[in-house]
């Protein structure tokens, strides 16, 4: 029985550090999922454009113009020129 005491009184003692270390978890583990998906994201439109780059020729059919309107915006969105 005492044995039970002693690790209750343990935890009770520790009680502030795990709640300290909760609070830190549910800030920063968000932050880091943000960063990840946003550089997913990133990698996603790098990626589109570049194949999208190997496509491009001219004179310009109204496929290829629309293309071409996406290609800008993913520029643009990669903050390219």
Do not use: W
């Not at 003692?13 to 968000?30: C, E, H, K, Q, R």
Request: proline residues 2%; positive net charge.
């Amino acid at each position: 029985m005492s044995n039970i005491a002693d690790f209750i009184e343990s935890l009770n003692s520790y009680a502030g550090l795990f709640s300290l270390l909760a609070v830190v978890a549910a800030i920063v583990v968000p932050f880091i999922i943000h960063r990840i998906e946003r550089k997913s994201q990133r990698q996603a439109m790098k990626d589109e454009l570049e194949a999208m780059q190997e496509s491009a020729r001219f004179p310009m059919t109204c496929g290829e113009r629309e293309q071409y309107v996406k290609m800008s915006k993913l520029e643009k969105g990669l903050n390219r020129k």
